[in-house]
């Protein structure tokens, strides 16, 4: 997939759809396709954060500790940001439930971003805000 590719994927994404495509190129420059194969774990409890990811394509959940399905996530998903946040561990499983291709962002560039994309980093704010307060 060539850039312009990611970053029309990239603007199917809840958290940039309202974005410009010239502010979402510096973005997708930045990620590193994963694929994980069926019934992999990408993350593990007290695992440290280092990287978010995108579903380009497949299915993943999110287990707790006890193996309970949280949430089940699709195409445009994304998860593993909010442990990049808070500067905590995981604190859950990250489960591919179909083979999967991801995009990964790590830590570094994510913030890379956020300070150079304000845009972006409002957009992250407003999404983990209604998180916690749900």
């Known amino acids: 997939m060539n850039l312009v590719q990611k970053a029309l994927f990239l603007k199917t994404v809840s958290l940039f759809e309202d974005l410009e495509l010239d502010l979402i190129l510096p973005i997708a420059d930045k990620l590193d396709p994963v694929v994980v194969k069926k019934a992999k774990l990408i993350y593990h409890p007290n695992e440290v954060a280092n990287r978010m990811y995108f579903i380009q394509s497949g299915k993943i959940e999110l287990l707790s500790d006890d193996k309970k399905v949280i949430i089940k996530l699709k195409t445009p998903s994304f998860f593993g940001y909010d442990a990049l946040f808070a500067d905590e561990r995981r604190q859950h499983f990250a489960l591919c439930k179909e083979t ?13 971003l956020l300070t150079q994309l304000p845009k972006v980093a409002i957009s992250l704010l407003k999404i983990y805000a209604k998180e916690c307060l749900a």
């Open 100 to 112: 999967s291709t991801l995009f990964a962002l790590s830590k570094s560039h994510l913030y890379t």
